[in-house]
């Protein structure tokens, strides 16, 4: 006995479906930037004003580091519902990202302030800053310099990231992309759209980074 299946083929209605998978896409990539990067900025800054913070703080961001990404939303998405407060898969989204970002941010952060040179900060504070005006005024701006290329880098990770969220149910743009795949078998139209929505992201940030870089280093 043979079985036949039917496919439906794409529709315009489809395409809402499609973008409205986009805009959850970005609207996970930019709360879990802005809470990553504020939360990666505190961390690393702790990590390097203090030796003994940075080694309580340690275990917490090699594990974060360690363990993929795809198996921390499926244990985010456990643990609240152990406890008997479960999230919505956005809140998950948003909770796992973050604390990522903030790891990778923190590890930006502590490379950026190191890589001030000892000699910069001590004529600072020479000429009568406090600490919190070195770093304002100092090490801040130069570590800056250092670590927004490579923030922009983590930046683009994340937003591509955001499609490993659909393990906890949340319909993103590769999720919407797949749910219409099942529907229709159209793959190959499908992937690419894909592709070039994540290219349309992703480009733009990145050119624009490349000016602003410029521009930081006053070219």
């Not at 999230?87 to 973050?98: E, I, R």
């Not at 800053?129 to 304002?136: D, I, P, V």
């Given at each position: 006995m043979q079985f036949q299946f039917a496919y439906a083929g794409l529709q315009w209605g489809d395409m809402s479906f499609v973008l409205i998978g986009l805009s959850r896409t970005l609207l996970l990539a930019a709360i879990a930037t802005t809470f990553g990067t504020l939360l990666g900025v505190l961390l690393g800054w702790a990590r390097e004003a203090n030796g003994a913070v940075?080694?309580?703080?340690?275990?917490?961001?090699d594990i974060t580091r360690s363990i993929p990404l795809l198996i921390q939303f499926i244990l985010v998405n456990s643990a609240f519902s152990v406890l008997g407060v479960p999230?919505?898969?956005?809140?998950?989204?948003?909770?796992?990202?973050?604390l990522y970002m903030g790891v990778l941010t923190s590890e930006l952060v502590r490379s950026g302030l190191r890589s001030v040179r000892p000699e910069l900060t001590r004529a600072?504070?020479?000429?009568?800053?406090?600490?919190?005006?070195?770093?304002?005024h100092v090490s801040l701006p130069l570590a800056l310099?250092?670590?927004?290329?490579?923030?922009?880098?983590?930046?683009?990770?994340?937003?591509?990231?955001?499609?490993?969220?659909?393990?906890v149910g949340y319909v993103e743009l590769l999720r919407a992309a797949q749910i219409l795949i099942t529907r229709t078998n159209d793959a190959l139209l499908l992937l690419t759209g894909v592709g070039i929505a994540y290219f349309l992201i992703c480009y733009p940030v990145s050119r624009y980074s490349r000016a602003l870089e410029r521009r930081l280093d006053g070219v």
């Open positions: 940075s080694v309580l703080l340690a275990p917490y961001v999230l919505d898969p956005l809140q998950v989204g948003v909770l796992t990202l973050s600072a504070r020479s000429l009568g800053m406090t600490y919190w005006q070195e770093l304002r310099r250092t670590v927004f290329p490579s923030w922009i880098g983590t930046v683009l990770g994340l937003t591509k990231d955001t499609a490993l969220v659909s393990v």
